[in-house]
């Protein structure tokens, strides 16, 4: 099973940014952390981060006919972008949220996911593990 595992904006800057917030591990240790855990679930995953809507929606499009599921944390744009949205939905690939912080428990805007509209599981508020609940998500539904 192939899974591919999006990061939005400042994302990048797990670690440095709001570490009360997103913790005090960098995104080096996210991304060997997503890799390692897929292995040992017997997934390939691809990791990909960008800071740019445009360049995350092109991911998902190139996603169509090549992966099984989608991890996706837009980020800040998980709360604005009608286009990551629309681009789930064109490429119909199963898709779980997955958020650092519990953004239910945030500001008022972090409660609103376009994301969530589409994504067939929403997991926040576990740090980078989960990421981990997600690729097991993914890993169960192989053997169904």
Known sequence: MKILVINGVN????????PDVYG??????LVEYIKETGKNLGLSVTHYQSNYEGDICTQIQKAYDRYD?????AGAY?????????????????????HLSNVYEREEFRRKSYIS????????????????????????????
């Open 117 to 144: 509209l589409y994504a067939e599981k929403v997991i926040v508020g576990k740090g980078f593990d989960g990421y981990g609940e997600a690729l097991k998500y993914f890993a169960d539904k192989k053997y169904c």
């Open 69 to 73: 599921g989608i991890i996706i944390n």
């Open 11 to 18: 994302l990048n800057m797990v670690g440095i940014r709001e």
């Open 78 to 98: 998980t709360h604005t972008s009608i286009a990551i949205l629309d681009a789930l939905k064109a490429v119909n690939i199963p898709t779980v949220e997955v």
């Open 24 to 29: 005090k591990k960098d995104f080096k240790a």
